[in-house]
Nanobody
Framework: QVQLVESGGGLVQAGGSLRLSCAAS????????MGWFRQAPGKEREFVAS????????YYADSVKGRLTISRDNAKNTVYLQMNSLKPEDTAVYYC????????????????????WGQGTQVTVSS
């Protein structure tokens, strides 16, 4: 059983930056693909970014490419989301998620394919 705890959310002005962290425990972190998702009020949870268990490949939603960067530190059992040039439409609860990696397959991009979820951290971007 993997436990995930997000941190780093907060209130920031448009154009600002935040770095989210997600600390994992209870499993072999390096064997999991990791993803970040977000959910705005009244909307469905959506994919933001994912990173392969090796850290060698990353994937992004078109809406965040060039502004958000996912990374991981397997020695610290932590995945990060560096968020730059933030926009009001980035306002949401951000969740990290873990997927048990399968050799040869990329990290999933959909909510239903992840096995474990954190409790979320609120990011609010003011205009």
């Amino acid at each position: 059983q993997v436990q995930l705890v997000e941190s780093g959310g907060g209130l920031v002005q448009a154009g600002g930056s935040l770095r989210l962290s997600c600390a994992a425990s209870g499993g072999t972190f390096s064997s999991y693909n990791m993803g970040w998702f977000r959910q705005a009020p009244g909307k469905e949870r959506e994919f933001v970014a994912s990173i392969k268990w090796t850290g060698g490949r990353t994937y992004y939603a078109d809406s965040v490419k060039g502004r958000l960067t996912i990374s991981r530190d397997n020695a610290k059992n932590t995945v990060y989301l560096q968020m730059n040039s933030l926009k009001p439409e980035d306002t949401a609860v951000y969740y990290c998620a873990a997927d048990a990696a399968v050799a040869g397959l990329p990290p999933p991009l959909v909510v239903g394919e992840y096995d474990y979820w954190g409790q979320g951290t609120q990011v609010t971007v003011s205009s």
